[in-house]
């Protein structure tokens, strides 16, 4: 099959060579997914589960992409709940290749059914940001209707997600991001959008949630506008930021078959609009992940046409 794969952590996205590999087989519980549109994250290629496997050891020469629409064509022993020929999307385990190739093994587990109207497309770019944006707000930030939360980077990937989906339950959001951002924010849902180069963040007063997705300073300042019993989550990874009186929660999203199918019905009946910047085939990914110029919105790897 072709497949892209990285050898050098150094060289990130530079490094991706389009290769033939062997199809892979189907483990107990897995099954083999025919790609038809692959996501891949920007800085996959830093994470320390992209370069190795649960034992530490290194897995070297990496397939990279987590984010699958594609077509079961085979299952492993034991596998239930999927069948030959299903169409199907969710997120792959970061251990253990990916999904920018022709084929991938997932634990079925990992994947939810793809309804017959939605477009592979849509349904591979919706997996991440959906999934993060949902577990982020609703399992770990408690956000529900009459409550406030601050959106970190509310016109990216991730952040417009996480707008749309607090909207819609009811929350006030204030977005941020960089001023050339803010109409993006604002289009998606947002009520108030904070300039993170000019504006102070203490401006907005305090809210019950913060979510996330810059780390480092922003989040730490950030942390001083929960109020008290609020709760800051973070994407961005490990954070030092600690709320005075309330909780701080750094997560890694999980593939979740429940909420895949919630967060696709959300995308069928149009009250979520997916935030994708470049479609290109498998033959392209190389150049499309390497652009002359930033491409804002997510990159899907249109793998089969
Ligand atoms: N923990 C997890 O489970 C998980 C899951 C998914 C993603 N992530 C991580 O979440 C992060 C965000 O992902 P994404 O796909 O949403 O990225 P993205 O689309 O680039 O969104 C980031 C947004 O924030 C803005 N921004 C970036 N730096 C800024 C700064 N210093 N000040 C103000 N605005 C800034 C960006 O504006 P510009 O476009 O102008 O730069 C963009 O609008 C990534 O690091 C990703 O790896 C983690």
């Known amino acids: 099959m072709k497949a892209i794969i990285v050898t050098d952590q150094a060289a990130g996205t530079a490094g ?48 990279p992409g987590h984010e699958v629409a594609g077509v079961v064509t085979a299952l492993g022993y034991g596998t239930t709940g999927l069948s030959v020929g299903q169409r199907v999307f969710g997120l792959t385990d970061w251990y253990r290749d990916g999904t920018l190739a022709e084929y991938v093994a997932v634990e079925a587990r990992n994947l939810a059914p793809l309804p017959g109207d939605v477009d592979f497309t849509l349904g591979a770019a919706l997996v991440m940001p959906g999934l993060t944006a949902w577990q982020g707000l609703f399992d770990h930030g408690r956000l529900r209707s009459g409550l406030s939360v601050l959106v970190h980077g509310s016109a990216g990937v991730v952040g417009s997600m996480a707008t749309q989906l607090a909207r819609e339950a009811g929350a006030y959001v204030i977005g941020t991001g960089r001023a050339a951002g803010r109409q993006t924010a604002l289009d998606f849902g947002a009520q108030e959008f904070v300039d993170l180069d000019s504006d102070a963040l203490q401006g907005i007063g305090g809210v019950d949630l913060v979510f996330d997705v810059l780390g480092g300073d922003i989040a730490r300042r950030s942390a001083g506008v929960v109020r008290a019993g609020g709760t800051l989550v973070t994407i961005a990874g490990p954070t030092n930021a600690r709320v005075a009186d309330g909780r701080t929660i750094d997560f890694v999203v999980e593939s979740d078959r429940a909420q ?46």
């Open 260 to 305: 895949l199918t919630e967060i696709v019905q959300r995308v069928r009946d149009g009250r979520l609009r997916l935030n994708i910047g470049n479609v290109a085939a498998l033959d392209d990914a190389v150049a499309a992940f390497n652009p002359a110029k930033r491409v804002s919105g997510k990159t899907i790897i249109r793998v089969r046409a």
């Open 16 to 63: 991706m060579k389009l290769v033939e590999r062997p199809e892979p087989q189907a483990a107990i519980n897995d099954v083999v997914v025919q790609v038809h549109a692959s996501g891949f994250t920007g800085d996959e290629l830093t994470w320390s589960p992209t370069w190795t496997d649960r034992l530490n050891r290194d897995r070297a020469p990496i397939i």
